[in-house]
């Protein structure tokens, strides 16, 4: 997914990005996969992350309805950041087949694949 230039130049690449051009609002939906001992500084990290961007959506004339930062613990805990995803409309089934389970548990496979290695091996996962 690349963000829409139209709106803004950046490499940032933002997991859901709804926009109305009639309306020119914009809403986007950031995910991490962080450790749980640091889903609330992740959280924090990719605020800020997207600050210089929200900056240049508002100078190009787009208002910013939503941004989220939802994050997944990589051993699959969801944290309480998930919810906003009803603000957005999804509810229900919907809401409980978001990717959100898979990358998860996607991260804690490979954790666990690699947790007897005295040094971790970059990969592509």
């Not at 409980?96 to 666990?112: P, Q």
Request: glycine fraction near 4%.
């Amino acid at each position: 997914l690349k963000f829409p230039w139209d709106i803004a130049t950046t490499r940032l690449r933002p997991e859901f990005v709804l926009f109305m051009k009639a309306s020119k609002r914009v809403i986007w939906w950031e995910l991490t996969l962080p450790s749980e001992e640091r889903i609330a500084a992740s959280h924090e990290l990719k605020l800020d992350r997207y600050t210089s961007l929200q900056a240049e959506i508002q100078a190009n004339g787009w208002s910013i309805m939503l941004h989220y930062a939802v994050e997944v613990g990589a051993r699959g805990v969801v944290a309480a950041s998930l919810e906003y995803a009803s603000k957005i409309g999804l509810t229900g089934r919907a809401l409980k087949k978001l990717k959100c389970g898979k990358d998860a548990a996607h991260c804690s496979r490979w954790i666990y694949l690699l947790s007897r290695k005295r040094e971790w091996e970059v990969r592509a996962v």
